[in-house]
């Protein structure tokens, strides 16, 4: 069909940045939670070696305490073979300057940004990659998030009353990887910056800037390493997936 060929970039320049920059209070380990292992292996590089297994990821930047730099990427990074090349840059305050940062250190010449929690190390490359594509694929789309159908029924509490249920239907939950546009992305961030608004997640930034952000069905197996109960269905869901025979 005429104009498809043109939709989906045949060469495009895509750089992953992962934030391991928090301090992980709710998990309440001293050390934080990005290098806690699992199966032997530090959660930060589950995460790390999923988007190294994408192939056609040109650039991967961490985001991790400025003061642990060289603990991060003794522990995290040098021990294992990665292909794609791998920086680092230091943690802002909140997740929102992390990510700031990490976007300073993808050159101009990046067409695309996926950005992911390095504490959601069940992420896949298949789903990273099929994340891309549909953002590629939509020329009209600036960003292209991993998100899953909320299960259970929302209700609206005000002052420990329940005001309201809403149609649960229209609601998602959103995780990591999102995707972007570097451009807007770019533009977002300033706009974020200069105007004080801190949001919760990447998309939101491009939101509120009226950009267009598409929705990738993913699963709730992707979880995000946040309170210590998470732990264990960490470590189930590494066997199950990974080192059953
Ligand atoms: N993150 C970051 N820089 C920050 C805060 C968070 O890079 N200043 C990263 C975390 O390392 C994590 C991801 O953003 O991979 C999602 O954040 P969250 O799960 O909230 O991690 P923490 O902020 O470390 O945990 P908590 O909120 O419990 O302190
Ligand atoms: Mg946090």
């Known amino acids: 069909m005429a104009g498809l060929e043109g939709k989906v970039d045949k060469n495009p320049k895509t750089a992953a940045v992962i ?3 928090g301090t992980g209070e709710r998990f309440g380990k001293e050390g934080g939670k990005q290098l806690v292992e699992i199966a032997g292996k530090p959660i930060l590089t589950w995460s790390a070696e999923a988007f190294d297994a994408v192939g056609d990821i040109g650039l991967i930047v961490i985001v991790c305490p400025a003061d642990r730099k060289d603990e991060y990427l003794k522990k995290a990074i ?16 909140t997740r929102q300057e992390s990510a700031f940062s990490g976007l300073e250190l993808v050159p101009d010449d990046y067409e695309y940004v996926v950005m992911h929690d390095g504490a959601r190390p069940l992420i896949s490359p298949e789903l990273i990659a099929h994340t891309i594509a549909t953002l590629q694929g939509n020329i009209d789309a600036d960003g292209a998030v991993v998100a899953h159908p909320a299960i259970d029924t929302l209700k609206v509490v005000e002052n420990g009353v329940i005001v309201g249920t809403p149609d649960r239907s229209v609601f998602w939950n959103a995780q990591t990887p999102q995707v972007f546009r570097a451009g807007i992305y770019r533009r977002a961030h300033a706009s974020a910056l200069s105007d004080g608004f801190v949001g919760t997640d990447d998309s ?12 990738v069905e993913g699963k709730r197996d992707n979880i995000k390493l946040t309170v210590p109960e998470d732990y264990l269905m960490l470590v189930a869901a590494v066997r199950e997936r990974y080192l059953k025979q």
């Open 19 to 21: 934030l391991a920059g």
């Open 78 to 93: 040098d021990p294992f073979p990665f292909v794609t090349p791998v920086v680092v840059a230091p943690a802002g305050s």
């Open 204 to 215: 939101s930034l491009i939101e509120r800037l009226g950009g267009r952000v598409l929705v």
